[in-house]
């Protein structure tokens, strides 16, 4: 009689470990909403607070007598804007578990940051020629312009937002130089929590 | 998931994840798998509640692309998820063209919200070992 060979059962593979598999069910869902395309690492509340920076910026510099007086205080908003921008625009990625440096958020800083280098490049450049009056609309201009071109990678609110800017700054820059103030007022202050609530509200805070 | 079970029934503990009860993550962890949203839990519907969560609305087509799935497993799994008011469904025509529109609803943001504090409270119970 043959020899009956017994079947052995393979050993059932172990189970994943539960970390395991809830890191992959974080992927899983930063992959989706990537690939949904309308997660924006832009933070609403944080344009707002950018937006009331820039109010109060144009209330002093409104009551400065020359317009590089007015351009300092600028510069003092253009210092600290982008930090509370960076500030929110990290707890807004940690809150909704997304990499900051992953797809859509790395290629928004790879877009923006360009145009904004030339901005401070340009202001020197314009302050050491004495064109101080030219500084606020290319301001706006090239932060229209990096807008535009971080937005291209995010949702549609944002390069709106940008072509908003670049049109403020084209006003800006052939209008008398005395409106510069209210200009900005109107779009880094206006602009900013316009579009800041919506994107709060509609695409993660 | 239990195929011919409602909505509310998936509502229930996640039973492959309970299983591994007392093993190397210990009891805290497996006790915080229990309380795991097994409406959410499962690939296809966790996929549609996040690309909502990111989206105002998205078209039935639009989620059919983006899940890589098929008209009638998308519709099943998008059902339990509007039986269980994780999101709503609005049917309209563009034209004469008929347009199914989802979008989350509060309940199901809740929802994603607590799973994705769930999956962090895991990661972060194993570390702490």
């Given at each position: 009689?043959?020899?009956?060979?017994?079947?052995?059962?393979?050993?059932?593979?172990?189970?994943?470990?539960?970390?395991?598999?809830?890191?992959?069910?974080?992927?899983?869902?930063?992959?989706?909403?990537?690939?949904?395309?309308?997660?924006?690492?832009?933070?609403?509340?944080?344009?707002?607070?950018?937006?009331?920076?820039?109010?109060?910026?144009?209330?002093?510099?409104?009551?400065?007598?020359?317009?590089?007086?007015?351009?300092?205080?600028?510069?003092?908003?253009?210092?600290?804007?982008?930090?509370?921008?960076?500030?929110?625009?990290?707890?807004?990625?940690?809150?909704?578990?997304?990499?900051?440096?992953?797809?859509?958020?790395?290629?928004?800083?790879?877009?923006?940051?360009p145009?904004?280098?030339?901005?401070?490049?340009?202001?020197?450049?314009?302050?050491?020629?004495g064109?101080?009056?030219?500084?606020?609309?290319?301001?706006?201009?090239?932060?229209?312009?990096?807008?535009?071109?971080?937005?291209?990678?995010?949702?549609?609110?944002?390069?709106?937002?940008?072509?908003?800017?670049?049109?403020?700054?084209?006003?800006?820059?052939?209008?008398?130089?005395?409106?510069?103030?209210?200009?900005?007022?109107?779009?880094?202050?206006?602009?900013?929590?316009?579009?800041?609530?919506?994107?709060?509200?509609?695409?993660?805070? | 998931?239990?195929?011919?079970?409602?909505?509310?029934?998936?509502?229930?503990?996640?039973?492959d994840l309970?299983?591994?009860?007392?093993?190397?993550?210990?009891?805290?962890?497996?006790?915080?798998?229990?309380a795991?949203?097994?409406l959410?839990?499962?690939?296809?519907?966790?996929?549609?509640v996040?690309?909502?969560?990111?989206?105002?609305?998205?078209?039935?087509?639009?989620?059919?692309?983006l899940?890589?799935?098929t008209?009638?497993?998308?519709?099943?799994?998008?059902?339990?998820?509007?039986?269980?008011?994780?999101?709503?469904?609005?049917?309209?025509?563009?034209?004469?063209?008929?347009?199914?529109?989802?979008?989350?609803?509060?309940?199901?943001?809740?929802?994603?919200?607590?799973?994705?504090?769930?999956?962090?409270?895991?990661?972060?119970?194993?570390?702490?070992?």
């Open positions: 009689m043959a020899s009956v060979t017994p079947l052995h059962r393979a050993p059932a593979p172990e189970p994943p470990a539960l970390h395991a598999r809830a890191m992959d069910n974080l992927r899983f869902i930063r992959d989706t909403m990537e690939a949904a395309g309308a997660f924006t690492a832009v933070s609403g509340w944080g344009m707002v607070a950018v937006g009331i920076i820039a109010a109060i910026a144009a209330t002093v510099a409104s009551a400065q007598d020359t317009v590089l007086r007015s351009i300092y205080v600028w510069m003092v908003a253009a210092i600290l804007a982008p930090c509370v921008s960076l500030w929110a625009i990290v707890r807004k990625a940690r809150r909704a578990h997304v990499p900051l440096l992953s797809g859509p958020g790395r290629k928004f800083i790879l877009s923006f940051s145009p904004m280098l030339v901005g401070a490049l340009l202001t020197v450049v314009l302050y050491r020629a064109v101080v009056e030219a500084i606020p609309g290319m301001w706006l201009l090239l932060y229209g312009t990096a807008v535009v071109a971080g937005g291209a990678f995010s949702v549609r609110i944002v390069p709106v937002m940008g072509i908003c800017f670049m049109l403020a700054g084209t006003l800006a820059l052939f209008t008398p130089a005395s409106w510069n103030d209210w200009i900005m007022a109107a779009a880094f202050g206006g602009l900013h929590v316009a579009f800041g609530i919506p994107i709060a509200w509609r695409h993660g805070g | 998931m239990a195929k011919n079970g409602t909505a509310r029934d998936d509502r229930r503990p996640v039973g309970r299983t591994v009860r007392g093993k190397s993550d210990g009891s805290a962890a497996a006790a915080r798998a229990d795991l949203d097994r959410i839990h499962e690939r296809l519907r966790l996929g549609i996040s690309a909502l969560a990111v989206n105002d609305a998205l078209s039935f087509s639009d989620l059919k692309k899940m890589k799935t008209d009638g497993n998308l519709s099943v799994h998008a059902r339990k998820l509007e039986e269980a008011e994780y999101i709503t469904c609005t049917k309209s025509f563009e034209g004469r063209m008929p347009k199914t529109e989802y979008r989350l609803t509060a309940v199901g943001r809740r929802a994603l919200e607590r799973y994705l504090d769930h999956m962090e409270a895991l990661i972060r119970a194993t570390r702490e070992r």
